[in-house]
């Protein structure tokens, strides 16, 4: 069990390099410190003090030059991977939403899914960089969807940097472009995270909604990020916080 001031001492550090602060295992720290506070608290709190909206803004931009659409993301799900990885687990249920929106579904709240598991590398000289789970079309808005399946064991905290960093290295403009021909014309880009009912995040979104979790409450409003909430049975999609709408027009795209 980690003090409070160690983990400052830790956080202080891995702001430095700030396109690999998500991928940390101090920001997938669950539970609480030795002083008795949630450690993703005490995170949330060092990293809105450090100004981390402004500090992910460092991150250099990795323009994909060939757009980011993939020809082969069809809704057919691809073989070759252990049956027990949690990743391959939710890639599928990321498909079966696709699916679902190419047969006409509409999600509340998050509307259609138009592709999934988007790649932000240009080259494979581009290291560390994952993919975006979903992309899903609201109005004239894109949404990147940072998707979390109930086994899945990651914070919230996690959720929100993946998704915040995940934005500030894809090109805006070339991620408009991509989708512009089949889906109108998209002009705005938004961060959304969906997780399912009784999750890990769940509870996390409960207590932050219960005023235990303030400061990831004040982090997630800074980075804007919505959080939504899905029944992983009947797929019906909730919000768990009141918010501004995910689209809103005066929001800041």
């Known amino acids: 069990m980690l003090s409070k001031m160690a983990i400052l001492n830790e956080v202080g550090v891995l702001v430095n390099t700030i396109d690999q602060l998500h991928t940390s295992s101090i920001i997938n720290r669950r539970g609480k410190t030795a002083d008795g506070e ?15 909206k402004n500090r992910l803004k460092e991150i250099n931009e990795v323009v994909r030059e060939k757009g980011y659409r993939v020809a082969t993301h069809n809704g057919v799900v691809t073989t070759g991977h252990k049956e027990e990885d949690s990743n391959r687990k939710e890639e599928r249920v990321a498909i079966q939403l696709f699916n679902l929106s190419q047969s ?13 598991q988007v ?14 789970d979903l ?16 086994e899945n064991r990651e914070t919230l905290l996690r959720c929100f940097l993946e998704i915040a960093t995940y934005y500030q290295v894809l090109s805006k403009p070339k991620l408009l472009e991509s989708y512009s021909n089949d889906f109108g014309s998209p002009n705005r880009i938004k961060k959304a995270v969906l997780i399912v009912l009784d999750s890990l995040q769940y509870k996390e979104m409960l207590e932050l909604r219960n005023g235990e979790r303030r400061h990831l409450e004040k982090l997630m409003d800074a980075l804007e990020v919505q959080v939504f909430c899905m029944d992983p049975v009947s ?14 027009p005066k929001s800041e795209g």
């Open 38 to 52: 949630f450690s993703t608290e005490v995170i949330a709190e060092e990293l809105l003090r450090l100004d981390i």
């Open 104 to 116: 006409g579904t509409i999600f509340d709240h998050i509307g259609r899914i138009i592709d999934y």
């Open 119 to 132: 790649p932000l590398k240009n080259s494979r000289a581009d290291k560390g960089l994952g993919k975006i």
């Open 135 to 150: 992309i899903s079309l609201v109005d004239d808005c894109i949404v990147l969807i940072e998707f979390k399946i109930k």
């Open 235 to 248: 797929f019906e999609v909730q919000t768990v916080f009141i918010h501004e709408g995910l689209c809103n």
